[in-house]
């Protein structure tokens, strides 16, 4: 076992970074890891953070040595005080007990089950666009994005209608969020229980969510078991309410099911919603990226709107969408706490360690992604693919704790994307000011006010 310490700053950091760091811990993560290298030690305060940026350490921590490094850190605890033990914030047994689960729900056959779900609300979402593109009128598309995806989740795995309740729901979204990353920024020093306007808001939006989350819950208890026609249960909800533990033969208690609806509700539209903002950023871009776009599309659909057995088809569509992963991944911050201690590109991790990886700081690493910064669709051709590291890319994590939804999501952004670019080419508002707000998702700080151009 190596004794090397990684290098990183000898005393206290300097002023200006920590500035940096309250500014945009996403660019100050890239900063220090193009100033130290693949493996530093960057103190703060009693705190040693440990920062792995290269694919082949990335691949060690999620993957390779992953029993090693447990969720039980500042963030994925602080994430726990609004989703409780759902598969996101859990650990150990009772992870991989709710994991085992959950995953039949996300298995690829019915995911494309979910593929007329899906359709219908991107054409509802359509339909109420459709004022904008006559007369001309920005729409937050950032907004747009958040409404559609919680619908689709509603639908696709609660079998729950949103309906307006959406923004609603959405904004508490925000709202629970914003302030998970306001107290890891101060450290949590605020205690949650002091009336502040900070608190006092948070407490009012996690309310909003517990409202829907318990409504579901008693709603479905008092319809019974559902199943659809094979006699399987017919959404996510139902399967966990049926399922029995194996070794103690027990059902999910109701504060289990709440801890997992609200894990997937949160998990399972703000990620995809901010990743498809982007996207439609990068697009209005990129000319030429979008041109190759609405070429696929056209020759592929014929104007038909498209089905999940057209993707593969839509290749280039998909690499549109691992392109703005690649640039703006949700889940752009990593943690895990080292259970024992070890090594890792020659350098000594303590036990105990905060070690953090970071998607968008390796995803933007010019040794396997040359013009990092430019948005190039054609980098998730087979070929090029094949020839970067495997964790040069990942913006679902990787390793045993792969996101559970990696497939419902690219199924989603798949249609959503073809069917809007058949229909329309977004452009950014004039005086739009683009921004990134590194909150637990990275999304556009102001939203994304664009306007609809027929095609």
């Given at each position: 076992m190596s004794h090397r310490i990684p290098p990183g700053p000898s005393g206290r950091p300097p002023l200006?970074?920590?500035?940096?760091?309250?500014?945009?811990?996403?660019?100050?993560?890239?900063?220090?890891?193009?100033?130290?290298?693949?493996?530093?030690?960057?103190?703060?305060?009693?705190?040693?953070?440990?920062?792995?940026?290269?694919?082949?350490?990335?691949?060690?921590?999620?993957?390779e040595n992953a029993r090693n490094y447990s969720k039980d850190t500042f963030q994925y605890n602080l994430l726990g005080t609004i989703t409780g033990r759902g598969l996101l914030t859990s650990d150990g047994d009772l992870w991989l007990r709710q994991r085992r689960l959950v995953q039949p729900a996300f298995h690829r056959q019915r995911i494309a089950g979910f593929g007329t779900v899906m359709a219908d609300a991107v054409e509802a979402m359509l339909a109420r666009w459709q004022p904008y593109a006559r007369s001309g009128r920005p729409l937050d598309i950032a907004a747009e994005m958040m409404h559609v995806a919680l619908q689709i989740v509603g639908r696709a795995l609660f079998s729950v209608e949103?309906?307006?309740?959406?923004?609603?729901?959405?904004?508490?979204?925000?709202?629970?969020?914003?302030?998970?990353?306001?107290?890891?920024?101060?450290?949590?020093?605020?205690?949650?229980?002091?009336?502040?306007?900070?608190?006092?808001?948070?407490?009012?939006?996690?309310?909003?969510?517990?409202r829907a989350v318990w409504e579901t819950i008693?709603?479905?208890?008092?319809?019974?078991?559902?199943?659809?026609?094979?006699?399987?249960?017919?959404?996510?909800?139902?399967?966990?309410?049926?399922?029995?533990?194996?070794?103690?033969?027990?059902?999910?208690?109701?504060?289990?099911?709440?801890?997992?609806?609200?894990t997937m509700v949160i998990a399972g539209h703000e990620t995809v919603a901010s990743a498809l903002a982007w996207t439609w950023y990068l697009l209005s871009t990129a000319p030429e990226a979008e041109a190759t776009l609405h070429a696929e599309v056209d020759r592929v659909l014929a104007g038909r709107p498209p089905t999940v057995e057209d993707l593969s088809r839509l290749s280039y569509t998909g690499m549109v969408f691992a392109e703005a992963l690649r640039l703006y991944p949700p889940a752009w911050i990593i943690t895990r706490k080292s259970l024992a201690e070890d090594e890792i590109g020659g350098y000594a991790i303590p036990a105990g360690a905060l070690v953090v990886t970071s998607p968008y700081v390796t995803q933007r690493d010019a040794r396997f992604w040359p013009e990092p910064d430019r948005f190039l669709p054609e980098r998730f051709s087979a070929e090029q693919a094949r020839s970067r590291p495997r964790f040069a890319y990942y913006p679902f994590g990787g390793g045993p704790r792969l996101c559970i939804g990696n497939h419902f999501a690219e199924v989603e952004a798949g249609l959503l994307i073809a069917r809007v670019a058949q229909r329309y080419a977004l452009r950014l508002a004039p005086d739009q000011h683009v921004a990134v707000e590194p909150s637990v998702t990275l999304r556009p700080k102001h939203g994304l006010w664009m306007t609809l151009r027929p095609r």
């Open positions: 200006e970074d920590l500035r940096a760091l309250q500014i945009g811990p996403h660019a100050f993560l890239q900063r220090v890891a193009a100033r130290y290298g693949d493996v530093l030690r960057y103190p703060l305060g009693p705190l040693a953070v440990y920062l792995i940026s290269h694919p082949d350490g990335v691949r060690h921590v999620l993957q949103i309906g307006d309740q959406a923004d609603a729901l959405a904004r508490a979204t925000l709202t629970v969020l914003d302030h998970i990353v306001f107290r890891a920024k101060t450290f949590g020093v605020i205690p949650p229980w002091l009336p502040t306007p900070g608190n006092l808001r948070a407490h009012r939006a996690l309310e909003v969510l517990e008693r709603s479905r208890r008092d319809q019974g078991d559902a199943a659809d026609g094979a006699g399987q249960a017919a959404d996510l909800l139902a399967k966990l309410m049926a399922a029995r533990d194996e070794e103690t033969g027990q059902r999910m208690s109701d504060r289990q099911l709440r801890d997992e609806i609200m």
